[in-house]
């Protein structure tokens, strides 16, 4: 085994093959991670800052557009991720049946917007989501609205939008994970489930999900730090600047506005960053939990 | 599960199994239901593709009036395009920087990956161990200082700017840290006895064997740099610096934007990552599989 000691020559070797990325890991990550989390604590414009203890902190929970973004942020995050998620397991599933025609077609199809680059496929979905535009005329030649909407003056369908795109965006890039997953599952589980009688239903909730828990974890934690950096979508279909009125202003946008927008504070647009971490951190070890304790209970 | 519990749901199942195999209609509904499905969500998949061509030929004020039929106006909104962005060089831009990168990205952390899984030792696991907790820290976090660090060496608005920062990445260092758990360690043993130095092997031996690997994380990393925005657009701050994708957002934020011409634009932005997909389907599958296993 590889666990062998290894001896004086090997340790070299093994140093010199990582050494590569660990410089430059250090270079352009960890000394910027470590630097921001020192200016998250400074304050002042531009590049005169000083020290100010918690008074970024304290600016934080008295900032409205800073609420605000958190807000937007995490609605995203609780209405979006969810959705994405189930549906594709669905797909995963029902393409992971080999008497099934077409998979292939379904498949490739259904990964096809992973391809597009965050600014092309929102270019796009913003030309269809035009006021007299396809998808509005669309949902009223099924009668499902009688007027048309209006995606991005409407605070709360600018909202709707950028969930659905980013949906659209995702969902077949986390369905693959789950594919690659399910066909690494041995069928003669299925197969004695089935002759003794198993449903459908009891065979996903009592097979599938469980042996699946450890890939469903891997990309709900995955998508779940994409939500919270959300920019690309956000910055092309508001031209910047999160609206209609801050609507859909996400953190990100909000940093980026921090920086390079206006008079940058640099100190304070930091602390907003490790408010992400911190977010990410805390929902991460929540989704851990929840997957150790279904385990413990099954 | 108690075995009574287990007995009881075997019992009821098998009734509802009964019920249905008895009625082949209701499998013949359920199937049909899959179809539906399946069918829905591929046509919600591909229309904005097949939106983007058609309305690459169609004047701005029918695209937003959502005509999806094709026009005549493919030539006029590939004038205006070309008239209005550099195309030769933006495009050279792109180019340079997914291909720079990616091969960089993949030399570096591919050494590191076999470097991890090789030569285990109890500091090189906690270092890796680390990464991985590094791995959750959002871009948002460290752009500010990358920006002050490249600005202070006079480095900003230039490719090595965009491309450095990119290079390790510990997502792709993990993806073949667990792929070389695959590699057969005979391979390595019988090269070794044959002679052949640690880079001989890693350059001769694992490389050819993990092409597979290899292909899969280059088309995620090409499409990733292709497609990267955030750290382009604080970087490249001169037009002819910019990437297309850059480009395509400027475009976008115009007042009134010609859609027309944008999404020509975004028909020839989409291309080159599209055709490298269908080109290496199968192998991006396969690099899939490696990396979940």
């Known amino acids: ?298 | 599960m108690t075995s009574t519990t287990m007995a009881e749901n075997t019992a009821s199942a098998a009734t509802k199994v009964g019920l249905a195999t008895g009625a082949a209609p209701f499998r013949l509904i359920r199937r049909g239901l899959v179809y539906l499905l399946l069918s829905i969500a591929a046509f919600i998949s591909v229309f904005p593709f097949y939106w983007m061509v058609v309305g690459a030929t169609n004047p701005s004020a029918e695209i937003i009036k959502g005509k999806a039929t094709l026009g005549g106006s493919l030539l006029t909104n590939a004038a205006t395009f070309f008239a209005q962005v550099d195309a030769p060089r933006i495009f050279f831009n792109s180019a340079f920087i997914a291909v720079i990168a990616t091969a960089l990205t993949l030399a570096i952390s591919s050494l590191a990956g076999y470097g991890f899984e090789m030569f285990r030792s109890r500091v090189r696991e906690r270092i890796f161990g680390l990464l991985l907790l590094l791995l959750s820290i959002p871009f948002a976090a460290m752009m500010v200082p990358l920006f002050v660090m490249f600005s202070q060496a006079k480095l900003v608005n230039t490719y090595v700017a965009v491309i450095l920062p990119t290079v390790a990445s510990i997502f792709i260092i993990f993806y073949f840290r667990q792929a070389t758990k695959a590699f057969p360690s005979e391979l390595r043993d019988a090269a070794k006895i044959d002679g052949l130095k640690e880079w001989q092997i890693f350059l001769f031996v694992y490389l050819p064997v993990m092409r597979s690997t290899y292909a899969a994380a280059t088309i995620i990393v090409f499409m990733a740099n292709w497609n990267n925005y955030l750290w382009p657009l604080i970087v490249l701050q001169t037009a002819e610096n910019k990437t297309i994708t850059l480009i395509l957002s400027a475009l976008t934020s115009a007042y009134t934007p010609d859609y027309g011409m944008i999404l020509f634009g975004t028909v020839l932005a989409t291309l080159p990552t599209l055709i490298i997909f269908f080109l290496l389907q199968r192998r991006f599958v396969e690099g899939m599989l490696g990396a979940v296993k």
């Open chain 1, 1 to 298: 085994m590889a666990q062998a000691r290894l001896d004086r020559r090997d340790q070299i070797t093994g140093w010199a093959f990582i050494a590569p990325a660990l410089i430059l890991l250090g270079l352009f990550m960890i000394y910027p991670i470590v630097w921001s989390l020192w200016m998250s604590f400074q304050v002042g414009k531009g590049m005169n800052l000083s020290f100010g203890g918690f008074a970024n902190i304290m600016r934080l929970t008295k900032d409205p557009v800073f609420l605000r973004a958190l807000g937007n942020t995490f609605t995203f995050f609780i209405v979006q991720v969810p959705i994405m998620i189930v549906l594709a397991l669905l797909f995963a599933v029902a393409l992971n049946d080999s008497t099934l025609r077409f998979r292939g077609l379904f498949r490739t199809a259904i990964f096809l917007p992973c391809v597009t680059s965050l600014i092309a496929y929102s270019t796009v979905f913003k030309s269809m989501f035009a006021t007299d535009g396809i998808i509005n005329e669309a949902l009223m030649a099924v009668h499902l609205i009688g007027a048309p909407i209006g995606w991005f003056s409407d605070p709360f369908w600018a909202k709707v939008a950028i969930i659905l795109a980013i949906t659209w965006r995702w969902t077949g890039y986390n369905m693959i994970f789950y594919l690659a997953a399910l066909q690494n599952i041995d069928r003669s589980i299925y197969e004695a489930a089935r002759i003794d009688g198993v449903p459908a239903w009891a065979r996903f909730r009592y097979l599938t999900i469980p042996m699946l828990k450890p890939v469903i974890l891997f990309t709900t934690v995955i998508s779940t730090i994409g939500t919270l950096q959300l920019f690309d979508e956000v910055y092309n279909f508001t031209a910047g600047n999160g609206g209609p009125s801050d609507s859909t202003i996400t953190l990100s946008l909000y940093i980026y506005n921090l920086t390079f927008k206006f008079m940058p504070s640099f100190g304070y647009s930091a602390t907003v960053s490790w408010v992400i971490v911190v977010v990410v951190g805390i929902l991460s070890f929540l989704q851990f939990l929840v997957a150790r304790d279904r385990r413990r209970s099954a």
